[in-house]
């Protein structure tokens, strides 16, 4: 009788064993899937979600000189654009309008193009206007407070100071973000490049500190600050991974001064304005792998000739490789 309840109660032992560990697969939370365990090529294009794919608008901005990152020019006197000895800090903007460039680009290739600007010019306006709600952020940042873009900030004589919109904006603004030492960056947050990702792990680190730079086209306002950005901000390494580079009205001797200082440039957008529709000649060692090059159309002129001049361009860098 002993035997048989010794029996019962093993059994009955193993039955309340079996319901528990079912139990705890049941409530058991599932496995979770790691970052770090996913495939490279997956883990990359996430990197290039996350932190390529961008035009950025490198500027600098007033500062203190105790300011974390604060830094006074070093850069030679260029053809072209102004050079100041005041101390300053980098900041940037995420373009944007990212879609200009491919659009633009490929209105000024028709042969009859369609006119898409709202003045009815059939190839696109000045580089500035089309991107002149980035020029606006920016200078949000170099002045350091909430400006306005008025419709008359731009008329000759026109004083911010004294603009009744510029106050109700600046009021607004800060009510909504805070003083504009704090509250710029929470207003403009979508225009800046995030890299936390870099800051998870040792790992992602060494995978993906050079990807801001390989994957993203930079752009300048001026050559100074393109030298000024190589010498004062990138280490070598940095510097040799920039691919692709944005550029205004750069003389010849300032663009070829850009490709010897980035040896890894591959990729030049090219915007210019001229006149006479005369393309400039490049320098003997300006030598890149692919080149888009758009004449804008400031002067009124017949979009074929702003075209030829564009493609002559192109030719004449690309026949230097």
């Known amino acids: ?17 079996r319901l528990k560990d079912q139990q705890t697969l049941v409530t058991a939370k599932p496995p979770q899937a790691s970052f770090l365990g996913l495939p490279v090529e997956l ?21 203190k000189p105790y300011d974390k990152g604060a830094f006074r020019s070093n850069a030679l006197l260029p053809s072209w654009g102004p050079i100041s000895r005041a101390w300053k800090k980098w900041t940037h903007t995420v373009c944007q309008v990212p879609e200009d460039w491919e659009r633009s680009y ?36 170099q002045d350091r407070k909430y ?22 904006h600046s009021a607004r603004m800060t009510n ?14 979508a225009s800046r490049l995030r890299l936390d990702i870099l800051a ?14 390989q994957m993203n086209i930079f752009n300048f306002d001026y050559p100074s600050t393109m030298q000024d950005f190589i010498a004062q901000a990138l280490n070598p390494q940095q510097t040799a991974a920039i691919q692709s ?8 001797d300032d663009l070829a001064t850009a490709t010897t200082s980035l040896p890894g440039l591959r ?51 690309m026949t230097r490789r």
């Not at 290739?109 to 020029?135: M, W």
Request: glycine share 4%; hydrophobic share 30%; charged share 25%.
């Open 43 to 63: 883990r990359l294009r996430i990197y290039e979600y996350v932190l390529g794919n961008r035009l950025l608008h490198i500027t600098t901005r007033p500062c």
């Open 200 to 213: 998870v792990c040792r790992q992602t680190y060494q995978e993906a500190v050079l990807l801001p730079y």
């Open 267 to 317: 990729y030049l957008q090219y915007s210019d304005s001229l006149p006479y529709c005369m393309a400039p000649e490049p320098a003997a060692d300006v030598s890149i792998a692919r080149v888009e090059a758009i004449f804008e159309n400031k002067f009124h002129v017949n979009p074929s000739r702003l075209r030829e001049a564009a493609e002559k361009f192109e030719r004449s860098i």
């Open 245 to 252: 580079l944005h550029t205004g009205p750069w003389p010849m």
């Open 176 to 189: 909504t973000y805070g003083l504009p030492e704090s509250g710029l960056e929470k207003c403009h947050e």
């Open 106 to 141: 490929r209105m000024s290739k028709q042969t009859n193009p369609v006119p898409y600007e709202p003045n009815g010019e059939a190839i696109p306006s000045d580089y500035f206007t089309r991107h002149d709600l980035c020029n606006w952020i920016q200078d949000d940042f």
């Open 147 to 168: 400006n306005y873009p008025c419709s008359h900030r731009k008329e000759l004589g026109h004083r911010p100071h004294f603009c009744i919109e510029q106050e109700e």
């Open 1 to 17: 009788m002993a035997s048989k309840r010794a029996h019962n109660d093993g059994e009955l032992v193993c039955s309340s064993k």
